[in-house]
């Protein structure tokens, strides 16, 4: 029979739920029960009874949840604040320990630590700021702003008060393109008026219209101090302003899309970047000719592009059809170094042609190749590295040689997966070489089956090679054995798949070098 009350059941009720304790307090179900039978005569079956308790039950788990969820939020609560209370004690004892190591630091040598840590003038001066003791320091010595450069974006000001903490200093100047700044003329006057102590000066984003200002207004110039020159123009433009300038201490050369008039006879070292092609090969070679005291040369190529790019990009036909360079110019012999970079879509071809253009016969080179991001996950990458890896014959004298592969960082989760054979790079450097150093992260190295006659090396070096396999070593050292050369040493650095134990078995009568 199930439950059931009148209506004057439920009237008679009510005192008895009136005394139910509020705000989450416990019923005394008995008591409840008790006075509820003694009042009203009701007939309950055990149906209805179970009923009711399980009601109960269900209203006292719920307030034991809420309980329990309002006591888990404090504790969590409580965690964090523990966390945060326990890093803030450890960054202050942290700042105890630096403070202690830098207190008992000497002056000179906090100057020194102080002086390589930025260039920029508003960045030292902020290190001044730190505390009383960078600040005694950084009054106290020019150390730390030996490094800091003074351009046209500075006023005044800030020039002036530069230029006293340096003291004695030579100093390093910066004229960036006037589109850049207010007031440039002006600028440039007063740092131009610091010519005598001019060790290191850079044009930056010159247009044309600033080379033709600062050839108006300095056509003929003296800095005797001068030894760095870096020129990055915006067009092949540009005027040479500098071709009357007197610098007879410059030897060290840095230009971007840009080929000076041929006046720096004196320079030993010069770097080329080219991001375009409005440029002549022409020009190029008759500068490197006139660069008679040069002994390192650097060139590199970013994303360099022409119209035959579809060409090319099938399969390089065009690598060996009749587009040489028709120069029967000698060689270039007083460079002993040479660095030539291949990065992104710059074509093999145009670096072919430069090559020849050039026509350098050097010692040591590096070749360096960066793969486009286009290219990362077919088979062009073969095709690229193999027509790179011809540049190689082009030096016909070198004893030294780097080779630098690699491509941009592909998607997390995914891998590149290039192949290098090591036998392919046998088969086209010079029977000269001496020394050769293979760096390839993300590359895996193997033979090919190639034939080919090993050189003579004395050092051979994998540097980053993400997977070099143990068998193309021993394989290749079979080949040096069959045409009896022994390695002297030969170094493994940071590449994987390669025991300590395993390669001095592969190369028994070589000195072995392995670092992880």
Known sequence: ?????????????????????????????????????????????????????????????RMLQGKAVAILLTLQTLRWS?????????????????RHGLDSLPDEILSQILGSVTSEFTEALRLSHVCLRFRQVTLDSSRIWENCRLDTIMNPRQIG?????????????????QIRC?????????????KDRIEDLEFRWLSVDDSKEISRQYNEFQMANLRKLTIQAYSSETSDFYALWSLPNLKCLWLTNFIPAPVFQQISYCRMRFTDNNWSLHYLSAFLRSLSSLETLEIELDNLTSNEVE????????YDADNNYDDDSPWISNVASFSFSVIGRTLIPDAKRILEAIRLNVTELSLTIVYPKYHLYNSKVYWRQLYFL????????????ELHLSGPDPDPGLDPDYHLYFDEILFRVPRTLQNLRIEAPGHTLSMSGCDHTPPRLRTLQFRNCDRLNLQML???HDGFLLNEVVIGKVEIVGCRLVEKEKLQDAFPNSEVVWKT
């Not at 523990?82 to 630096?98: Q, S, Y």
């Not at 004695?168 to 004229?175: D, E, R």
């Not at 060409?311 to 065009?318: F, K, T, V, W």
Request: glycine fraction near 6%; hydrophobic fraction near 40%.
């Open 474 to 476: 021993e394989d290749a």
């Open 182 to 194: 207010n007031n440039w003329c002006r600028r440039v006057e007063t740092l131009f008026s610091l």
């Open 390 to 401: 011809r540049l190689i014959r082009h030096f016909p004298m070198v004893e030294k040689l």
């Open 161 to 177: 008060a530069l230029v006293d903490r340096k003291r004695n200093c030579p100093l390093k100047i910066c004229i960036v393109g």
């Open 1 to 61: 029979m199930p439950f059931s009350l009148e209506r004057s059941s439920l009237s008679a009720l009510l005192p008895f739920f009136s005394a139910v304790p509020k705000g989450g307090g416990d019923l005394n179900t008995d008591l409840f029960w008790g006075k509820l039978v003694k009042e009203q005569s009701l007939t309950l079956d055990t149906s209805s009874v179970t009923h009711v308790a399980r009601a109960g039950a269900i209203k006292s788990a």
């Open 311 to 318: 060409r090319y990009e099938e399969g390089y036909d065009g």
């Open 82 to 98: 523990l966390e945060e209370i326990n890093a803030t004690f450890k960054e202050h004892i942290d700042g105890m320990a630096l």
